[in-house]
């Protein structure tokens, strides 16, 4: 309950107890959410739970990722960030690493074309990034050329996952 004291003591300035929207507005959009579901579920959880679920073991802690599905191309990389009420590092994994791998820090890396999911565990906790890559096609606007000698052409080359192409001769 700290932590939300400080928060609410920071989202208000201490001159007539106005807004300090300056402090909020620098958390990432997943923090903010996070925050919001840890101080719904701090204000809400004691009243609305039986007392014998109160005095059990610790609930799961609540889990809050930056993205729940994601389309990526091969060879990107993305970094999937995981959040917990507990504040607990959470452990990924990949259901089809031939797929997508996962590091234990959240850097998926897309391998093949396909789809598999990331898994996010914090205790008995467990939610999932779906992770669909696709193959990266590379489209020419004229695949059959014939010059004469001293003529050129002008090739252009479209990529779907938007990289740059680079020509080699």
Do not use: W
């Amino acid at each position: 309950m700290q932590i939300f004291s400080f928060i609410l003591n920071q989202l208000t300035s201490h001159k007539n107890n106005t807004p300090n929207p300056s402090f909020f507005h620098s958390f990432p959009i997943f923090f903010k959410k996070f925050l919001l579901c840890s101080l719904l579920i701090a204000l809400f959880a004691p009243c609305c739970l039986p007392a014998a679920a109160n005095t059990s073991k610790a609930a799961a802690p609540l889990i809050i990722l930056s993205k729940y599905s994601l389309t990526m191309n091969i060879g990107e990389e993305y970094r999937l960030k995981a959040v917990t009420s507990d504040f607990s590092f959470p452990k990924f994994k990949s259901s089809k690493s031939s797929i997508a791998s996962v590091d234990s820090s959240g850097l998926i890396t897309a391998k093949k074309d396909g789809d598999c999911k990331i898994s996010v565990k914090s205790g008995s906790r467990e939610v999932f990034c779906q992770i669909q890559v696709k193959k990266t096609t590379i489209t020419l606007n004229q695949t059959r050329l014939t010059l004469e000698h001293g003529k050129t052409f002008s090739l252009k080359a479209e990529v779907s996952s938007g990289h740059r192409p680079e020509f080699k001769c």
